[in-house]
């Protein structure tokens, strides 16, 4: 059971908006700062979204993050097929440590 | 560029030990902490710890504390976790990640780089 809850799975069509829902707690999402992840498949995570809005260089402005209270939401608009991949959401915890969420699997279809 | 090595796949039996590596370049090794990331297969991301190599300071998740052991050594930008005793359900990909601030004092924010990988399999 991971600490932050994503739903497993999301899809949607080429050039679709899809969205990806992350709910955490007042000691994760409330107090800090969201991080979003990309994992296309046999390779190691990628930062895609940091400071819950702030895209790393190289990644598309099609990606875009928010954050409202103890939730956060991944955006991907105008859907390419190389966007297939599973997305994590990430938080320091207060408790202290890093949490995850158990991670969205994105079907482009 | 800074990048982080991880070694090679191993195939374990139970009750065997592991060390295996992850080693910096690209940057100031013993300013940053190192992190290890467990990856079962199937399943999410869990933070497993942390090493801040320039003096060795280890911090585990709960849930890892006394399962692994996060060690370091300055001189080769290299860390290491390792099991003394691998059970089945050790079976991963393990991942380490720089966080991205630097300094001792600064726990938190992102990872980035990760290493490629390192795939554990025990089985008997």
């Known amino acids: 059971q991971s600490v932050l809850t994503q739903p497993p799975s999301a899809s949607g069509t080429p050039g679709q908006r899809v969205t990806i829902s992350c709910s955490g707690s007042s000691s994760n999402i409330g107090s800090n700062y969201v991080y979003w992840y990309q994992q296309l498949p046999g390779t190691a995570p990628k930062l895609l979204i940091y400071r819950n809005n702030q895209r790393p260089s190289g990644v598309p402005d099609r990606f875009s993050g928010s954050k409202s209270g103890t939730s956060a939401s991944l955006a991907i608009s105008g859907l390419r097929s190389e966007d297939e991949a599973d997305y994590y959401c990430?938080?320091?915890?207060?408790?202290?440590?890093?949490?995850f969420g158990g991670g969205t699997k994105l079907t482009v279809l | 560029e800074v990048q982080l090595v991880q070694s090679g796949a191993e195939v374990k039996k139970p009750g065997e030990s592991l060390k295996i590596s992850c080693k910096g370049s690209?940057?100031?090794?013993?300013?940053?902490?190192i992190g290890w990331v467990r990856q079962m297969p199937g399943k999410g991301l869990e933070w497993m710890g942390i090493i801040y190599p320039g003096d060795s300071d280890t911090r585990y998740s709960p849930s890892f504390q006394g399962q692994v052991t996060i060690s370091a050594d300055k001189s080769i930008s290299t860390a290491y976790l390792q099991w003394s005793s691998l059970k089945a359900s050790d079976t991963a990909m393990y991942y380490c990640?720089?966080?991205?601030?630097?300094?001792?004092?600064?726990?938190?924010?992102?990872?980035?780089?990760w290493g490629q990988g390192t795939l554990v399999t025990v089985s008997s």
């Open positions: 990640a720089r966080p991205s601030a630097a300094g001792k004092r600064v726990l938190g924010g992102w990872f980035d780089p």
């Open positions: 690209g940057y100031s090794f013993t300013s940053y902490w």
């Open positions: 990430a938080a320091w915890d207060d408790s202290p440590s890093w949490v």
